[in-house]
């Protein structure tokens, strides 16, 4: 049986690119932000991002160029992710 974990990953996989808006699917990135040194980070703290975005030069794991254009922050995103996925009934 999937964990609860995994299959909110793969439902985050499913959005559209937090940062950019790039159409799905797209990559899952544990938010760096207020992560434990020597802990692996929570499978829910996960926001969706396109390849650029995610592991290129402007992005997350770059100089992070692209969430200074875009105004936005890791945390602020994974409130976006979890509200696009659960705020509606
Ligand atoms: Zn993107
Ligand atoms: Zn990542």
Redesign the pocket.
């Given at each position: 049986m999937m964990s609860k974990e995994h299959l909110h990953m793969v439902r985050v996989k499913e959005l559209p690119c937090c940062l950019c808006g790039a159409h799905e699917p797209s990559?899952?990135?544990?938010?760096?932000d207020g992560r434990i040194p020597g802990r692996k980070a929570h499978d829910f703290c996960t926001i969706p991002?396109c390849v650029d975005c995610?592991?290129g030069r402007l992005g997350?794991?770059g100089d992070k160029t692209m969430l200074k254009i875009m105004k936005q922050n890791e945390l602020n995103l994974l409130g976006e992710t979890i509200k696009k996925l659960y705020g509606e009934l």
């Open positions: 990559e899952a990135h544990h938010i760096l991002l995610h592991r997350v794991h």
